[in-house]
């Protein structure tokens, strides 16, 4: 299985970025390829000179990319010619792409023949680059329907581009309202669709936080509304992180990408899981989730 991380996100990567990157034991990156910004606001194209700028820092580092060919959520579909013409001028030196934006998020969810139409179009630009589909925000069951929906109208890509996330709950527990019972069966049946299709699974977003959410109190009080605060820590974070990349290569998981190389700028006096997602804190130094991609990577070698 190949380890990269989610970085960058429509600012170039630098040398010194992309050395650290490969010194953390990474085998690529994953980054975006055609607009970026916040979720909601008004987003922002990502010129070429970036990206090439970035294709040279991570091929002098001997890093992969992954270009995702996105948009941010709640801002309109992604322009299937756009996308087209990106792909068509990123081709050289791509290790893949990715596709798609969550098309089933709750607050920006296009039909699946939407999804179908773009990444059919990328496919057909990509020629022997593998394209994986990014179709949901979650493995739950509801987006599994959608997944199965998108391959019923004629989805053609190379891998299904999951994001198992688990923002509140361990790893080896199912998500919260997925609708699955276990782990086991949750990842079963994105199993079953994959080879139903004849496509691989990667997993090009996901990580743990060491931070603080808050989540549905346990029992009769979460349904009455009622919240408590959850957090976990640095060491936790190297932990479910260690679980995780070995249970996806144990699943069949090709590639995986790892959210984030660093944590937010504001993340020394904001405790919200959404800044403390990093590989790397605020002072660039390394949390020890960096052991935990160092260990498996080793593990892969045989070591």
């Not at 934006?101 to 999804?115: C, D, I, L, V, W």
């Not at 630009?125 to 329907?145: C, H, K, Q, W, Y």
Request: aromatic share 10%; hydrophobic share 35%; proline share 6%.
């Amino acid at each position: 299985m190949e380890i990269f991380v989610n970085a960058g996100f429509g600012d170039p990567i630098h040398r010194e970025m992309a050395e650290d990157i490969a010194a953390m034991g990474f085998d690529g990156v994953r980054t975006d390829a055609l607009f970026a910004g916040p979720h909601g606001q008004p987003p922002r194209l990502i010129f070429e000179d970036i990206l090439a700028d970035t294709y040279e820092a991570c091929a002098n580092a001997g890093l992969k990319l992954q270009w995702l060919i996105s948009r941010p959520l709640e801002t309109g579909p992604i322009p299937i010619g756009e996308a087209v013409d990106r792909i068509e001028n990123l081709r050289l030196g791509a290790h893949s792409f990715d596709v798609g934006m969550e098309f089933n998020h709750s607050k920006a969810r296009y039909s699946p023949g939407t999804a179908v139409a773009l990444i059919n179009a990328c496919k057909d630009v990509a020629g022997s680059i593998p394209v994986s589909a990014t179709l949901t925000n979650n493995m739950g069951r509801d987006a599994l329907t959608f997944a199965s929906q998108c391959f019923r109208e004629g989805l053609r890509c190379d891998a299904i581009g999951l994001h198992p996330y688990k923002t509140t709950v361990k790893p080896w527990e199912p998500a919260r309202g997925s609708g699955w019972s276990s782990r086991e069966e949750e990842w079963s049946a994105w199993q079953e669709l994959a080879a139903q299709y004849g496509v691989a699974l990667w997993a090009p977003e996901w990580g743990y936080h060491c931070g603080v959410s808050n989540v549905p109190a346990p029992g009769l009080w979460g349904k009455l509304g009622r919240r408590v605060k959850l957090s976990y820590t640095e060491d936790q974070q190297r932990e479910f992180t260690e679980f995780e990349l070995f249970d996806q290569r144990e699943r069949g998981v090709q590639m995986s990408g790892v959210f984030q190389y660093n944590d937010a700028a504001d993340s020394a006096t904001n405790p919200n899981h959404e800044a403390h997602y990093g590989m790397r804190r605020a002072d660039d130094s390394h949390k020890p989730v960096v052991d935990a991609i160092r260990l498996v990577q080793r593990k892969q070698r045989g070591e």
